[in-house]
């Protein structure tokens, strides 16, 4: 199957790479249905992009890149909702959001996505820790 995305071009895709959120995402909870594809211009991030919609496609990072002691439980109702059996399974990864300058761009800590990779299941989380910002800057430094 094919996708035709606003930004990305085509991208190929087979009902095994569609990843379902039973609730949808905020923001987009008629939304269901997605695929997860890396940047071709910077494999840091990657794009979860709705099936759905082809203008919906959120700009995703691996936290750990950001902050290396990020951690955090998953509850046992995500557990098993996504039904996952083994650390193994688990996918985390957080939105980012663009600036046109890169000092400015940003990612949210406080709310990961889980993706149970074996199940192709997903969810965001939103996390009850106050050490975690909802805009952590991506790049850190001299400005």
């Known amino acids: 199957?094919?996708?035709?995305?606003?930004?990305?071009g085509?991208?190929?895709?087979?009902?095994?790479?569609?990843?379902?959120?039973?609730?949808?995402?905020?923001?987009?909870?008629?939304?269901?249905?997605?695929i997860i594809?890396?940047?071709?211009?910077?494999?840091?991030?990657?794009?979860?992009?709705?099936?759905?919609?082809s203008e919906v496609g959120l700009v995703l990072v691996s936290?750990?890149?950001?902050?290396?002691?990020?951690?955090?439980?998953i509850p046992d109702t995500y557990t098993k909702e996504l039904q996952i059996a083994s650390p193994e399974q688990v996918l985390v990864l957080t939105?980012?959001?663009l600036s046109s300058k890169i000092e400015n761009m940003t990612t949210n800590?406080?709310?990961?996505?889980?993706?149970n990779i074996k199940e192709k299941l997903g969810e965001?989380?939103?996390?009850?820790?106050?050490?975690?910002?909802?805009?952590e800057p991506l790049f850190k430094g001299d400005k």
């Open 1 to 8: 199957m094919e996708l035709v995305t606003k930004y990305h």
């Open 10 to 34: 085509v991208k190929a895709y087979s009902d095994e790479d569609v990843i379902v959120f039973k609730k949808g995402l905020p923001g987009f909870k008629e939304l269901k249905n997605f």
């Open 37 to 53: 594809f890396p940047l071709e211009s910077n494999e840091v991030f990657s794009i979860l992009h709705s099936i759905e919609d």
């Open 63 to 73: 936290p750990f890149t950001i902050a290396a002691d990020y951690e955090f439980k």
């Open 95 to 97: 939105t980012v959001t």
């Open 109 to 115: 800590l406080k709310a990961p996505i889980i993706i």
């Open 124 to 135: 965001q989380l939103i996390l009850d820790n106050d050490k975690y910002k909802i805009k």
